[in-house]
């Protein structure tokens, strides 16, 4: 087994350079968005310039054709100034696109691939529904072929990018009676909105400016040829790209982590209490231990996961695969370490941890979703736990 923990000089170069746009072109309006609730509208842009908006797909769609260790070194470097908008990046690019790329038919790549890539298309996933969470496969949503359009009805909710995005792959009932085996997935144009199709923006206490979307689609027609993949095979697809978005979200809980430790660490130096800085006190330098272990563990077990995934040519996960405990790990501890991480520098910072002026109340705001997104903690475990129960060779 080679083990080399250090990043290559252009993995470092990525993160050196997300997080110096992120400073110096987010930052300084993150507190005005926020307050606002108001997605940047140049963010992929922008993002365009620094190459990154299709890093994972192929050059030939307008991509940068890396791994998913350079989409964590993304997601956690633009995470550390904004976790919100560096989840709305991971849904466009690793729920949507990357999904795309890997099960759409070639004229669908060709069609919708490049304007995801260069940032003219906003991109978002439609899977949870009022009445489908965790229990994603019990979905309503049908899809039924009727000449050449598949008629959609039913409702998507908590769709991150659908206000104001472009570009929507989801998943419906293609035959209800089969249950998650009578599932499919479709592509569908939601800028302007087809006739039937309205999309509610959801007011949230968290991830404000990542703009959520509750949908709801009324005999919508898209055209035939939009099914991705094969009919009634939409649970592979589902389950597939869950693996590879638990890993590369990771990294938008880890980055908020990082911040709090970052932020705590110069907060705890400057302020003074009782004739000496706090950070002079065991209990706050405790905390900070703890902060720095936390947020190290995770990232390795976030970038060993990346480094797996890349490493495999079938990166479809699944029951009975490594990859499938790997991804709910990954995820797992690093939204509950990360959740821990930002409450202990809330702490740090007193009072003025809990007034909007101070950046560390955004990130604990927004890092609570890590337990929730992407299949909640509880969702993950029980992967976990099937795994090790049915004797998938995990060591
Ligand atoms: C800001 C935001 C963005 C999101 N973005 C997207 C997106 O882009 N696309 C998308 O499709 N979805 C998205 N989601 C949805 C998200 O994935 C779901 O919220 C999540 O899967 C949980 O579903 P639920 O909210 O219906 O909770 P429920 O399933 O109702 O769960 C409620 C509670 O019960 C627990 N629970 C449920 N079943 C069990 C069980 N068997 N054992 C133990 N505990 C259980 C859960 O863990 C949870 O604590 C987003 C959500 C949010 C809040």
Redesign the pocket.
């Known amino acids: 087994m080679a083990i080399d923990f250090t990043f290559t000089d252009e993995q470092q170069m990525l993160a050196d350079t997300i997080y110096k746009w992120a400073s110096t072109w987010l930052d300084p309006q993150m507190e005005e968005l926020d307050e606002k609730d108001e997605f940047p509208k140049d963010f992929f842009k922008e993002l365009g310039k620094l190459g990154m908006v299709g890093i994972t797909i192929p050059e030939q769609y307008g991509g940068a054709g890396l791994g998913y260790t350079e989409a964590c070194i993304c997601t956690e470097n633009l995470a550390r100034i904004s976790n919100a908008l560096s989840m709305t990046w991971g849904?466009h690019l690793v729920?949507c696109a990357d999904n795309i790329k890997r099960n759409a038919n070639e004229e669908l790549k060709q069609k919708y691939l490049p304007p995801l890539c260069d940032g003219t298309a906003m991109g978002?996933?439609?899977?949870?529904e009022p009445n489908a969470?965790?229990?994603a496969m019990s979905m309503r949503t049908t899809a039924k072929l009727d000449g050449d359009s598949w008629v959609i009805n039913g409702s998507?909710i908590?769709?991150?990018n659908a206000p104001g995005g472009q570009t929507l792959l989801f998943y419906a009932k293609t035959a209800p009676e089969l249950g998650p085996k009578g599932m499919s997935a479709f592509i569908m144009e939601i800028d302007p909105w087809p006739k039937g199709y309205t999309c509610e923006k959801i007011r949230?206490f968290g991830?404000r400016t990542s703009p959520?979307g509750l949908l709801s689609f009324d005999d919508v027609r898209i055209p035939k040829e939009n099914l991705v993949g094969e009919v009634n095979k939409g649970v592979a697809i589902l389950t597939g790209g869950l693996t590879t978005e638990r890993i590369t979200l990771s990294g938008c809980a880890l980055g908020s982590a990082r911040a709090a430790l970052e932020l705590s660490l110069k907060y705890a130096q400057e302020r003074v209490q009782f004739g000496k800085p706090i950070a002079a006190n065991q209990m706050i330098q405790e905390k900070l231990a703890n902060m720095y272990v936390g947020y190290e563990t995770g990232r390795l077990l976030m970038y060993s996961a990346a480094a797996y995934v890349d490493s495999l040519t079938d990166k479809r996960g699944g029951k009975g695969t490594v990859l499938d405990m790997k991804a709910a790990a990954s995820l797992l501890y690093a939204g509950e370490v990360s959740t821990k991480i930002c409450m202990d520098g809330v702490q740090i910072h007193g009072g003025y941890g809990y007034c909007l002026e101070y950046p560390i109340q955004r990130h604990y705001r927004d890092v609570k979703?890590w337990d929730?997104?992407?299949?909640?903690?509880?969702?993950r475990r029980?992967i976990i736990a099937r795994e090790l129960l049915s004797g998938t060779k995990w060591a």
């Open positions: 849904a729920l978002c996933l439609g899977i949870t969470g965790s229990d998507k908590f769709i991150t949230k991830m959520t979703l929730i997104g992407a299949g909640t903690s509880e969702v029980i």
